[in-house]
């Protein structure tokens, strides 16, 4: 009684996987957190908590490993429709990649989400919001992309920034206006870049609507010159720049991550030596996405050993999307991370934390559990914590905390 309460809360009989960049495999037995201002105020063994140190409130981790918030740095989560008539086909032996060409596969969801209004594009996106936040995901990207025209981009945009107004989770988002080219633009792909480089992203970007850039660089979407060019208006516009580069073809897109200084490279499964070395002098990002792997039955792999190798950080996401990635599971992408690319658990739970935290230009904000940083963190109910690499389809989270509070785990 009468004590002044040093910290907000507490967290007692906790084990912690800090997951911090210089040592992700480092753990605390018998640990404790503590939040002040809804930051990191302490952590370590409970043994060495400060004397006299005193909480507004206690809580009992139950024995539970407390680690970051997941982070998923590559999702299309807000899209209006589905796609499993192309599972049909491709379970027949039809290509992702011929059902594009056919019209098909990313245009489908272009029709769908250009019809819904901005309601029922909020209302099918939350279900898919709320399985990752079930999950422990404090942190989600969010592209445009199946918009394609000014307002329907616009309007998947503000619905990806009112899901982080309307949500306790944190949204970037990302302008992916170059995924597709248009069928209205069909044989003028360079008059739509110069639509995007000259209206749609400075349009955009003056809205507050976009965090960062992104495309597709590939054979059945833009070439390497087109994408340079909308990368040189982001740096006018002073947006950092990442790229869906090699998912099915290697133009180089990797090499222009990295003269670009990119925040991230995604897909990869196919990128030169030249790429690879290219992403580690500039500091970006590998985004992998085994989930667009498992969907679409891909033989191809990330260079994983080639990456680690060359000291390249690895992040890991789900890619949710209604075509190459109907998963919107952060537990799922570290499962297949680890069974289809070959990373170890802690590799892949860095990739699903601090190395997301990268991708997204946030190191400093989250993703690891570091005095100082946002209190974004989840308990789970595993003995260790590479179970939730080991397990598919079930979920051990017991508790959410964003930014300090508490989050009730949605229904
Ligand atoms: N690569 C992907 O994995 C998604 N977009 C992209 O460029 C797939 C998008 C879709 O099929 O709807
Ligand atoms: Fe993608």
């Not at 995901?137 to 107004?165: C, D, F, N």
């Not at 260079?303 to 996401?317: D, I, Q, S, T």
């Not at 997301?356 to 789970?380: M, P, R, V």
Request: hydrophobic content about 45%.
């Amino acid at each position: 009684m009468g004590t002044t309460a040093t910290w907000d809360a507490l967290w007692l009989d906790v084990h912690l996987l800090p997951l911090a960049p210089a040592d992700p495999a480092a753990t605390v037995r018998d640990g404790a957190l503590a939040v002040r201002d809804g930051r990191i105020a302490w952590l370590g063994p409970r043994a060495a908590l400060p004397e006299g140190a005193t909480a507004a409130s206690t809580h009992d981790g139950g024995g539970a490993w407390l680690l970051p918030g997941f982070i998923d740095c590559h999702t299309h989560v807000v899209h209006a429709g589905q796609r499993s008539e192309e599972f049909e086909l491709r379970m027949q032996g039809q290509s992702y990649e011929a059902i594009a060409r056919r019209g098909g596969g990313i245009l489908n969801t272009v029709r769908a989400t250009r019809a819904a209004s901005e309601e029922e594009l909020l209302a099918q996106s939350l279900p898919r919001v709320r399985n990752l936040m079930r999950e422990g995901v404090t942190t989600l990207e969010i592209k445009s992309g199946y918009g394609l025209e000014p307002e329907s981009e616009a309007r998947m945009l503000r619905v990806a920034r009112r899901l982080g107004r309307e949500l306790p989770l944190r949204v970037k988002t990302s302008f992916l206006g170059a995924h597709a080219l248009p069928p209205e633009y069909a044989g003028r792909a360079d008059d739509y870049v110069a639509l995007l480089c000259d209206h749609m992203l400075p349009a955009l970007a003056a809205q507050g609507l976009v965090d960062a850039v992104d495309a597709f660089c590939e054979g059945i979407a833009f070439s390497t010159a087109q994408v340079e060019r909308l990368f040189e208006t982001a740096r006018r516009l002073k947006l950092p720049v990442k790229l869906h580069a090699g998912q099915l073809s290697d133009l180089g897109g990797a090499e222009l991550v990295g003269r670009f200084g990119g925040l991230s490279a995604d897909h990869l499964e196919e990128v030169s030596d030249v790429g690879i070395a290219a992403l580690r002098a500039a500091g970006s990002v590998a985004v992998l996405l085994p989930g667009a792997i498992h969907f679409l039955r891909e033989t191809r792999r990330p260079p994983v050993a080639k990456l680690r190798a060359a000291g390249v950080a690895m992040a890991l996401a789900s890619d949710c999307n209604p075509g190459s990635s109907p998963m919107p599971s952060i537990l799922a992408a570290l499962n297949l991370g680890c069974l289809l690319l070959g990373l170890t658990p802690t590799e892949a739970l860095a990739g699903a934390t601090c190395h997301a935290a990268a991708a997204l230009g946030l190191s400093g904000e989250t993703g690891s559990l570091e005095i100082g940083k946002a209190a974004d963190f989840a308990l789970w109910e595993v003995e260790r914590p590479a179970q939730l690499c080991a397990t598919l389809g079930f979920n051990a989270c017991r508790q959410v905390v964003y930014q300090g509070r508490c989050r009730p785990l949605p229904g």
